[in-house]
């Protein structure tokens, strides 16, 4: 039975100011470093042995992955780093503080920015200097597919590509994998794992550092088991499809 662990980065610098990140590359807090050492330490009591790993490309994420992969003493695995793994884009949001924005533009609607489902930020101008255009790790990405701003459904349509076309074909073949990424980009696979409906998945939350451990049906894929392995910080799951 294949097996598959979502785990969000640890703590980043900006999760600890407050501030909104999406794709600006902000790079772990000292804690955020310990909560990634202590995922891999839990999977490692969970006797999860991946075959393959996949990340973001964002810092956070990939020096999550990497302090894993050391916990689990499985440096040696394939590691594939994909920018459709990225957090969501936050738009003009990107670099605010969450509780000054809060306070200029309404708890209402900083609601709606964040936790609708298909209701995208205020979007970054592209000559800014964080626009993804102004990056080379993106230099082979078509420029159309760049995004300026998204709502979680648009990240649900940049990450599907990379769970069909990269993930799924390994998870087929029996490989267990784990994912490192973001609050955002896991919230949209939860979604499509778990069938989860577009007013649900608003309250879905994912924990930094918290592996979440999927055991999958070999023919199907669907999940038959799934629970966070810091019980302490785990946050509710949808129900099994």
Request: glycine residues 6%.
């Amino acid at each position: 039975m294949p097996q598959l662990a979502l785990i969000r980065h640890g703590q980043s610098k900006w999760n600890l100011q407050n501030r909104f990140t999406g794709w600006v590359d902000i790079d772990l807090t000292a804690d955020g470093e310990a909560q990634a050492r202590h995922a891999g330490d839990l999977l490692a009591a969970a006797d999860f042995k991946p075959d393959r790993a996949f990340s973001s490309v964002l810092t956070r994420a990939v020096r999550t992955l990497n302090f894993c992969l050391e916990g689990l003493q499985r440096v040696w695995i394939p590691v594939d780093k994909s920018w459709r793994l990225n957090e969501r884009h936050y738009g003009a949001l990107a670099g605010l503080d969450k509780d000054e924005t809060r306070a200029i533009h309404g708890a209402d609607q900083v609601k709606i920015w964040r936790r609708s489902f298909d209701i995208p930020p205020p979007p970054l101008a592209e000559g800014h200097p964080d626009h993804p255009s102004n990056d080379e790790r993106y230099r082979d990405v078509p420029p159309a597919l760049l995004p300026n701003s998204e709502s979680l459904k648009m990240t649900l349509e940049r990450v599907e590509p990379a769970w069909d076309g990269l993930i799924v074909p390994r998870l087929a073949a029996g490989e267990n994998i784990i994912v490192a990424a973001h609050g955002n980009s896991l919230r949209a696979l939860i979604k499509l794992l778990f069938n989860v409906n577009d007013l649900d998945i608003i309250d879905i939350e994912v924990p930094t550092g918290n592996p979440l451990l999927i055991d999958l049906d070999p023919e199907t894929l669907a999940p038959v088991a799934a629970r966070y392995l810091d019980a302490d910080r785990a946050k509710p799951l949808p129900p099994l499809p």
